[in-house]
């Protein structure tokens, strides 16, 4: 079963910053929260990971709340290009193994 | 950043024959592989994880003597569907991971289409 709830879809007017929730309420402690998204027809791309503090990079933010028990993913200026699925993903326990759950649709509206 | 290459990225084939596919670590050497699966509008499936020089571990429900897999060098994994059905059409993707803490993020390579006529 998939360790990550996240809404289905999600609309987000181009240039405006786009905010994806999930969920992981089961997190364990040492469990990184990764998200990554998949392009039509492509292979999942890498965005960001974290632990427990808020993490930036190029690409979008990570902000994680204190509990852990969810994540926001933050892109902040929504392009065309953007609108993908969504994935966060916390890896099985004690493995490398990633459980997908069913991720969010992005849609960027020009 | 780290690179995964697929080949091929589109295969169509006649009901019966064996496909194989291949996923390189291009710029980094990969101490586990995986194979995953994806029909269409479905999430991703993992197959199988395979670490190189040992046997895969595959996913309850996959049958390992249809989908063949060898992890023979740090940088190739390949996956071999074996008297393929139509059933067996999908898309499958491969992914990589670099070192042996649970924490690098795994990097996924471009997917291979498979159409079985």
């Known amino acids: 079963d998939a360790k990550t709830t996240q809404p289905p879809s999600m609309d987000c007017a181009e240039g405006r910053a786009a905010n994806l929730p999930c969920n992981h309420s089961t997190i364990s402690g040492n469990e990184y929260v990764y998200w990554y998204r998949q392009i039509h027809s492509q292979g999942p791309q890498y965005i960001i990971h974290g632990l427990k503090n808020n993490e930036t990079n190029e690409m979008a933010s990570l902000i994680i709340t204190e509990d852990r028990k969810s994540s926001t993913l933050i892109l902040p200026h929504a392009t065309l290009r953007d609108t993908a699925v969504y994935y966060c993903i916390v890896r099985a326990v004690g493995t490398y193994k990633y459980i997908f759950g069913t991720g969010t649709r992005l849609k960027v509206l020009a | 950043g780290a690179v995964v290459s697929q080949h091929p990225s589109w295969v169509i084939c006649k009901s019966g024959t064996s496909v194989k596919i291949e996923c390189r670590s291009l710029?980094?050497?990969?101490?586990?592989m995986f194979w995953y699966r994806q029909f269409p509008k479905q999430s991703l499936m993992l197959m199988a994880t395979s670490n190189e020089g040992s046997k895969a571990t595959y996913e309850q429900g996959v049958e390992k003597d249809k989908f063949l897999i060898n992890h023979a060098s740090l940088t190739l994994s390949t996956l071999t569907v074996t008297s393929a059905h139509p059933e067996d059409s999908s898309f499958y993707i491969c992914?990589?991971?670099?070192?042996?803490?649970?924490?690098?993020?795994?990097?996924f390579g471009d997917g291979t289409r498979l159409s079985i006529l």
């Open positions: 710029d980094f050497q990969a101490t586990t």
């Open positions: 992914s990589a991971a670099w070192d042996s803490s649970f924490n690098q993020p795994q990097h």
